[in-house]
């Protein structure tokens, strides 16, 4: 039985095992011709474009048509024009026409008077009395007659000629007017059409183009997937030859133990048919005898054995009293009696023998039936047993298929994500661009030496930053744990983005910088996004970059981990940042939590069923943004502002001039800044006395009053403007000194640069009328302008009046005048291309 049962097992995996290759043979073959189809069906599509392309210029071609019959439409309105002016002269030909009939008017007048003349004379050849009188009325009619005649041929004239100059006139305007309309109108369309033609005949162009290159790097890519599928078809050709000349072996062992068990099976088969016949048959004969027994009980009216054989116990009783009775007294009818009794118990001994006997065979055939019920349902049990034990083999095939399955789907998986982070960690920069940094020197870099070589190299440059502008720019980035981004607002051209460029070139910061597009509306925008129709992840530049920041120098990769590095987000409010710049944002605030070189990391989706890659934002990448001032840009919201360090660049009140353009290059970079020098510049720890006191209470009156508009400021605002002052370089080189009046002043001044960056952004939206007015913001003003800390005011009388007049109704600080009134202000920046 157990050779048995294993045979079948061994045959079964040997066939699964065989049908499992069969399959991969069958999925490789379908994979090959899969790959086939499409490669044919990219060709296809290869064709679509060439074809689109073509009716593209097509059309483009229609549209020059179309233009030109354009162009030939206005030639003819034109024409049209000429030949309404010929109309308004041939206009100017009928009042002349006009003029001529009143002329003849005026003769016909002439002729009445004349025929008054001639009756004059008639009358004089009459009575004289008469002709006196006649004459006298003649007279005094032709007196009336010219008078009235002049007087009409004046008015008639002046009115004619009035109102055909006044509807002519008009005419002509109207006509002139309705001519330039239409010329300005037809020229403009013209013009308008011309550019959108230029502009779409360029960008047709310019897609066509890059059309022409995706299908270059198409044709690249079929070629070496051709010759990749190539060596894939020999592969799967040896592979199939060898898998061919195994499936042939195993097929035919396969066939022969099939052959061997099916043989076995047959045999086991007919034995079990006729030993289930033979049982059959028997228990056909005790079925009879059952039914035998059945009429016998019957016979016996239904008594069981047992109580018959009570009866004949009773029976033997009473013919053994009878039999003594009878010895006792011997009776006719007494041995009569017992005669009749021993008959009867003798033939009821017979037949109880007779029935013990057949009982005693039913019961035998009854447990032989009952065996062979027990061996058929054994047989039945293990043929259930053999069809699970097949169910469950097939089940665990299945299963392994499966898991095979998912094993090469995850292996898979595993190849593309390790492709895809290779695309991310492919360096931004290479060693000549960003240079080798060396280790910091002994004793370290004086950092307000290092900050006055990057102004005066500026100035040699060609531009001009005010010192308070570049030190609060240093100073912000310095405390980017607590305020992680710093904005430079101002308007167009003041150098905002010269100052982060030029700080980095002559400073030696890597620099990366990356213009914020209108249309980013989340963070895939800026890092890159899984591109599912070439099933590649495309990594922006900025990803790259942090990567690399991220990474240590190698001899095979330029990795920038020791060099501190600054990212400039040009025109950040193109977009609002809270969509592309808020994961972000938070992200780098949890710098705080940790010490030493380890940061929080930022997850980059990569692709469905494939695990993010783990972006680390180190302390070594400072972030700024520049920020325009004008109607194409967004607010920023409440959570970047208090997040983030402004400043505000001041209106030019005088322009420089620049005379030559200096470029930027190897020979003017600053020797390349390690991390360890930036960091021990960093204040972590805040070392203030007593003198941090006046500036704490002056910002919780300032809170105070805040309170009467529902603003408040938090924690964070104090503790970042705390640590800005504690970072501020002069404040830093006071306290080395040990000068505490030069400490006061440094004070002052880096807590009135905190005035402008954080708190009076805070301010922004209070209504300007009414009780805020009153409670709120002029009690702010007065603290700020008139009291100041220790008796010393803040130079942001200008920059609070304006912030009030300019908003509409709403406090809006949007100015950097107090700069002006600085000791140490220099002039305003050369304006440049932000």
């Not at 059952?290 to 009980?297: E, G, H, I, K």
């Not at 972000?584 to 890659?613: C, D, H, M, Q, W």
Request: with cysteine.
């Amino acid at each position: 039985m157990t050779t048995d049962d294993e045979r079948p097992a061994e045959h079964r995996e040997t066939t699964e095992d065989a049908a499992a290759r069969t399959v991969e043979m069958e999925r490789l073959a379908g994979e090959l011709e899969r790959k086939r189809v499409e490669l044919d069906q990219r060709e296809v599509s290869v064709s679509l474009l060439e074809n689109d392309a073509l009716e593209r210029e097509a059309d483009l071609a229609k549209r020059d048509a179309a233009l030109a019959e354009r162009a030939a439409d206005l030639v003819k309105r034109d024409a049209d024009l000429v030949a309404r002016d010929t109309d308004l002269v041939k206009r100017d030909a009928d009042l002349v026409t006009r003029d001529a009939t009143l002329a003849e008017r005026a003769a016909d007048l002439l002729k009445r008077e004349a025929d008054v003349g001639e009756r004059e004379t008639v009358a004089n050849g009459g009575f004289a009395q008469q002709r006196v009188e006649l004459a006298a009325e003649l007279g005094k009619q032709r007196d009336d007659t010219q008078r009235d005649l002049l007087t009409w041929q004046v008015t008639r004239r002046a009115d004619a000629d009035a109102e055909l100059d006044a509807h002519i006139q008009r005419r002509l305007a109207d006509l002139a007017a309705e001519v330039d309309a239409e010329r300005a109108n037809a020229r403009a369309r013209i013009a308008d059409e011309r550019a959108t033609s230029e502009q779409e005949l360029a960008a047709e162009k310019e897609r066509h183009k890059l059309l022409a290159q995706a299908v270059e790097k198409k044709d690249g890519e079929l070629s070496a997937k051709e010759d990749h599928l190539a060596g894939k078809d020999q592969e799967l050709e040896f592979r199939e030859s060898h898998l061919q000349e195994r499936w042939e072996t195993v097929e035919d062992e396969a066939e022969r133990r099939t052959a061997e068990r099916v043989q076995s099976f047959a045999a086991r088969e007919q034995q079990v048919v006729a030993e289930t016949e033979r049982l059959r048959s028997e228990l056909r004969a005790q079925w009879d005898l059952v039914s035998a027994f059945d009429d016998l009980s019957r016979q016996l009216g239904g008594r069981p054995a047992e109580v018959v054989l009570e009866d004949l116990r009773v029976k033997a009783a009473e013919i053994a009293r009878l039999k003594e009775a009878l010895a006792k007294h011997p009776a006719p009818e007494i041995a009569s009696r017992l005669k009749d009794l021993e008959k009867a118990n003798s033939h009821l001994v017979g037949e109880l023998k007779k029935t013990q006997d057949s009982r005693a065979k039913d019961e035998e055939k009854l447990r032989v039936a009952q065996d062979l019920r027990l061996q058929v349902s054994e047989v039945d049990a293990e043929n259930r047993s053999l069809t699970r034990i097949n169910e469950r083999l097939t089940a665990e095939a299945t299963e392994a298929t499966s898991e095979l399955s998912r094993l090469r789907a995850a292996y898979q998986g595993r190849q593309e994500a390790e492709g895809r982070t290779k695309e991310i960690e492919r360096a931004r920069f290479d060693v000549d661009a960003v240079g080798v940094q060396p280790h910091h020197p002994e004793g370290g870099i004086d950092e307000v030496a290092w900050l006055d070589a990057i102004s005066g190299r500026c100035v040699s440059h060609g531009l001009r930053f005010p010192e308070r502008i570049l030190r609060s720019f240093h100073t912000a980035l310095k405390t980017a744990e607590w305020s992680p981004l710093t904005v430079l607002a101002g308007v167009s051209g003041t150098g905002k983005s010269e100052l982060p460029r030029l700080y980095s070139h002559f400073g030696g910061i890597v620099f990366d910088h990356i213009s914020v597009q209108p249309n980013w509306d989340s963070q895939e925008a800026m890092l890159g996004f899984f591109n599912s129709i070439d099933n590649r992840f495309d990594a922006q530049p900025l990803l790259r970059f942090l990567a690399q920041t991220q990474k240590k120098r190698t001899e095979d990769y330029p990795g920038l981990r020791d060099n501190v590095a600054l990212v400039l987000l040009d025109e950040m409010n193109l977009a609002h940042p809270e969509l592309y710049f808020a994961e972000f944002l938070s992200t780098l605030e949890l710098r705080r939590g940790y010490k030493g070189n380890k940061g929080p990391s930022l997850a980059v989706k990569i692709g469905a069923g494939l695990p993010e890659y783990q972006l680390p934002l180190g302390r070594n990448v400072l972030w700024a943004g520049t920020m325009n001032q004008d109607e194409t840009t967004k607010s920023l919201s409440d959570k970047v502002v208090d997040r983030s360090i402004i400043i505000h660049f001041p209106r030019p009140t005088t322009l420089e001039r620049r005379k030559r353009q200096e470029t930027l290059d190897e020979s003017n970079r600053g020797v390349p800044l390690h991390r360890r020098t930036w960091e021990d510049w960093c204040v972590r720890e805040v070392e203030f006395g007593d003198e941090i006191q006046p500036y704490k209470k002056f910002v919780e009156n300032i809170n105070a009053a805040l309170a009467t508009a529902g603003r408040a400021i938090g924690h964070r605002v104090w503790q970042s403007v705390e640590y800005y002052m504690a970072n501020y370089p002069t404040v830093l080189a006071a306290q080395r000194s040990g000068d505490e009046d030069a400490l006061g002043d440094a004070m002052h001044v880096a807590f009135e640069d905190q005035l402008v960056q954080k708190i009076m952004p805070k301010l922004r939206g209070i209504d300007t009328r009414g009780a805020t007015r009153t409670d709120c913001l002029d009690r702010i003003e007065s603290l700020v302008v008139s009291e100041g800390v220790g008796g010393r005011t803040f130079n942001l009388a200008r920059d609070f009046k304006l912030a009030n007049q300019l908003g509409y109704g709403q406090f809006i600080w949007q100015s950097a005048n107090y700069l002006e009134g600085s000791a140490e202000a220099a002039s305003e920046s050369v304006p440049t291309a932000d």
